[in-house]
């Protein structure tokens, strides 16, 4: 029952500045939404890379510890928070319908 309960609360201001404080997964957000909600992350975190960098494609060192970031750390959170889908086996992710609380803040900051 409390599942059903937390499946339709909103986040609460809390939550999602704890979210957007950390620029790598305001810039993960930012990057799903752009190509339209879906991607690798291996993609992703190569997307990350590029724009935290600057540099096309960003150096693979850095490729290599965004996507360690994003794997072992980000995406879980967005994972459990239910902004994210994150599937670990495929290393797939898709941003949710509850994503749009997170993007309209996004706009405000």
Known sequence: MSVQK???EDLDAGQIHDILRNDRRR???RCLREVGG???VRDLS???ATRETGEAPAPRDKRRSV???LHQTHLPK???LRIVDYDTDTKEVS???RAAE???SMEVV
Do not use: F, G, P
């Open 6 to 8: 937390e499946e339709t």
């Open 27 to 29: 810039l993960a957000i």
């Open 38 to 40: 879906s991607m690798s």
């Open 46 to 48: 190569e997307e990350v």
């Open 67 to 69: 996507y360690v970031s």
């Open 78 to 80: 967005l994972d459990d």
């Open 95 to 97: 941003l949710r319908d």
């Open 102 to 104: 997170i993007t309209t």
